[in-house]
T-cell receptor, first 113, second 112 residues
Framework: EDQVTQSPEALRLQEGESSSLNCSYTVSGLRGLFWYRQDPGKGPEFLFT???AGEEKEKERLKATLTKKESFLHITAPKPEDSATYLC??????????????FGRGTQLTVWP | NAGVTQTPKFQVLKTGQSMTLQCAQDMNHNSMYWYRQDPGMGLRLIYYSASEGTTDKGEVPNGYNVSRLNKREFSLRLESAAPSQTSVYFCASSELTNRRVFFGSGTQLSVL
């Protein structure tokens, strides 16, 4: 059973067409939620960390938000260079344990001119 | 700063061969990890090292061994490669365990 579910699996947008990617999670004891960008043939590149519901982070055309059950990555007026796979990961664990990092399967975003 | 460096970038093995993937980080991070990534699946943790001198199994450890050589280096060994180990392998590191994790560029491994 997936602990972290990302939707949609793939998204095609025209340049300038804003949209959102979703990351929902079922883990208990959330310690942090992370967004990564992965380009073909490369390792994931860190984008954001969110720690508590209501928190928001922004970077250029990207804005990440967090609720108690899900996170959204909003992309405003995307450009072709935003095309990549976006991964969500959740750190969970209670007490003094180090917890685990659960990764979603990613959303493959394509932005065409 | 190179970040996380892993070698080789590509490798082809025959079933039963052995090999070691090398990884080094220059960020003075305490924790290091080995993940595998397969099409249609999320990143899965093979082994991790929370700090120098310790290693622990992750989600899919069977068929692999690791060595935390020092604070900088963390290697992954396949003793007898199997076709099911065909995958892209990523080494990663973080200052605090399972917090902001930095990834290497990956090793594409094919086992024939």
């Amino acid at each position: 059973e997936d602990q972290v579910t990302q939707s949609p699996e793939a998204l095609r947008l025209q340049e300038g067409e804003s949209s959102s990617l979703n990351c929902s999670y079922t883990v208990s004891g959330l310690r942090g939620l992370f967004w990564y960008r992965q380009d073909p043939g490369k390792g994931p590149e860190f984008l954001f960390t969110l720690y508590s519901a209501g928190e928001e982070k922004e970077k250029e055309r990207l804005k990440a938000t967090l609720t108690k059950k899900e996170s959204f990555l909003h992309i405003t007026a995307p450009k072709p260079e935003d095309s990549a796979t976006y991964l969500c990961a959740v750190q969970a664990g209670r007490g003094s344990t180090l917890g685990r990092l659960y990764f979603g399967r990613g959303t493959q975003l394509t932005v065409w001119p | 700063n190179a970040g996380v460096t892993q070698t080789p970038k590509f490798q082809v093995l025959k079933t039963g061969q052995s090999m070691t993937l090398q990884c080094a980080q220059d960020m003075n991070h305490n924790s290091m990890y080995w993940y595998r990534q397969d099409p249609g699946m999320g990143l899965r943790l093979i082994y991790y090292s929370a700090s120098e001198g310790t290693t622990d199994k992750g989600e899919v450890p069977n068929g692999y061994n690791v060595s935390r050589l020092n604070k900088r280096e963390f290697s992954l060994r396949l003793e007898s490669a199997a076709p099911s180990q065909t995958s892209v392998y990523f080494c990663a590191s973080s200052e605090l365990t399972n917090r902001r994790v930095f990834f290497g560029s990956g090793t594409q491994l094919s086992v024939l």
